[in-house]
């Protein structure tokens, strides 16, 4: 039963561009939801959050947007840049759920230069 | 400002064996989780330790056990291994059992032949 859907497997950008991100979720006592971001033989390193209480976080060139009603989040890298190729997940927790993670199964982001 | 670290980086063991995998938590954090990364999917929950206690448990056998010190560190132990078993092992450490964001190690890639 995944809970966190990214359907997207990959995705190829050119730099310079807007690159898009998207993840689904099934349960709605998710609360709280995280981006991370993972190079080969690194481990994953957090990116951007969002609570539920709100619809849109910024940081820099990330923002993360909200959709509650839709069980839709998704990321905003602008401008992409090649040093932004990595495998992007997202993961969800709950207050009911203590604070383990539950993480989609990523999309491999691509920059070309 | 020292990270999460991990050791060993890469292990191979064969069937039936046992294994002890170890982490240091991120300075200033009390709190570990451990994560299995299976090969195309995204960071699996298997436990989180505070106060030297296992307090959340994922789906995982009881063939998977933990441990925490008085220092916070933290062991993650394997018997009777499975072919299966051959993953990315992920602990990540948090200022307290419900603090986000969880930061991770860059994890043990281990090998079940």
């Known amino acids: 039963d995944q809970q966190v859907k990214q359907n997207s497997p990959s995705l190829s950008v050119q730099e310079g561009r807007i690159s898009i991100l998207n993840c689904d979720y099934t349960n709605s006592m998710f609360d709280y939801f995280l981006w991370y971001k993972k190079y080969p033989a690194e481990g994953p390193t957090f990116l951007i959050s969002i609570s539920s209480i709100k619809d849109k976080n910024e940081d820099g060139r990330f923002t993360v947007f909200l959709n509650k009603s839709a069980k839709h989040l998704s990321l905003h890298i602008v401008p992409s840049q090649p040093g932004d190729s990595a495998v992007y997940f997202c993961a969800a927790s709950g207050e009911e759920y203590g604070n383990k993670l539950v993480f989609g199964a990523g999309t491999i982001l691509r920059v070309k230069s | 400002d020292a990270g999460v670290t991990q050791s060993p980086t890469h292990l191979i063991k064969t069937r039936g064996q046992q294994v002890t995998l170890r982490c240091s938590p991120k300075s200033g954090h009390d709190t570990v989780s451990w994560y299995q990364q299976a090969l195309g999917q995204g960071p699996q929950f298997i436990f989180q330790y505070y106060e030297e206690e296992e307090r959340q448990r994922g789906n995982f056998p009881d063939r998977f056990s933990g441990h925490q010190f008085p220092n916070y560190s933290s062991e993650l132990n394997v018997n009777a291994l499975l072919l299966g078993d051959s993953a990315l092992y992920l602990c990540?450490?948090?200022?307290?059992?419900?603090?986000?964001?969880?930061?991770f190690g860059d994890g043990t890639r281990l090998s079940i032949l």
């Open positions: 990540a450490s948090s200022w307290s059992p419900g603090g986000q964001p969880q930061h």
